[in-house]
Nanobody
Framework: QVHLVESGGGLVQPGESLRLSCAASGRLVRIAVLGWYRQAPGKERELVARILVPARETNYADSVKGRFTISREVVKNGVSLQMNNLKPEGTGVYSC?????????????WGQGIQVTVSS
């Protein structure tokens, strides 16, 4: 059983920054992917950024490239998301996701989500 806890959300004005953090605990065997997703009001959940751990590769949504940085937090067995120059369209519930591959099977764990509001 794996448990994820997000922190760092809140209310900021356009142009400001926030750093989200996600800490993982439990049975961690082989982490394949660490990612952040966002669900804006009335919209589907979408990928914001992810780390493909074995390849050490990062992917970003076009809308956040150059402004957001995803990083692995080895000590916490988790992941952070530094969000700079936030825009109102960045408002939503951000959730972290951890995927493990164990014995050829894929297992995903989601955090409870944290609210980020960008508004003047």
């Amino acid at each position: 059983q794996v448990h994820l806890v997000e922190s760092g959300g809140g209310l900021v004005q356009p142009g400001e920054s926030l750093r989200l953090s996600c800490a993982a605990s439990g049975r961690l065997v082989r982490i394949a992917v660490l990612g952040w997703y966002r669900q804006a009001p009335g919209k589907e959940r979408e990928l914001v950024a992810r780390i493909l751990v074995p390849a050490r590769e990062t992917n970003y949504a076009d809308s956040v490239k150059g402004r957001f940085t995803i990083s692995r937090e080895v000590v916490k067995n988790g992941v952070s998301l530094q969000m700079n120059n936030l825009k109102p369209e960045g408002t939503g519930v951000y959730s972290c996701c951890l995927r493990q591959v164990i014995g050829g099977d894929s297992y995903e764990t989601w955090g409870q989500g944290i609210q980020v509001t960008v508004s003047s």
